[in-house]
């Protein structure tokens, strides 16, 4: 059986105003499940008693991380405040080699 990650077959087991809930039962002791949360809500999710359970996390509709915002500006062309926070973590990186640097040598000539 081949399963893509964004339907999973199987069955609607519940859908409500805080998500989407489907379960794939056709294999013998794993049950595959996909819950889809809507924007900005939150589940404390269900089990499967005597079933194997596989969980793979993808971040919801209305949330965005700084590596899913760098990786989708690259199709779309960098924002501008993408461009900022990325100059902003290379200065730090480059301040933080250097006093490394500085701190290790000083270290060596004592």
């Known amino acids: 059986m081949h399963l893509k990650i964004n339907d999973i077959g199987g069955v609607v087991v519940k859908d409500n105003e805080t998500y989407k809930l ?21 589940t404390n999710g269900h089990t499967h008693p005597g079933q194997e359970e596989v969980y793979y996390f993808v971040k919801g509709a209305g949330i965005e991380t700084l590596p899913t915002a760098i990786f989708g500006s690259v199709k779309q062309g960098l924002k501008p405040n993408i461009m900022a926070i990325s100059t902003m973590l290379l200065g730090l990186s480059i301040v933080m080699v250097t006093i490394s640097y500085f701190v290790s040598k000083s270290d060596n000539t004592k």
């Not at 489907?22 to 939150?42: E, F, I, M």
């Open 22 to 42: 489907k379960d794939n039962t056709l294999l013998n002791n794993l049950v595959v499940s996909s819950t889809d949360l809507k924007p900005y809500q939150s």
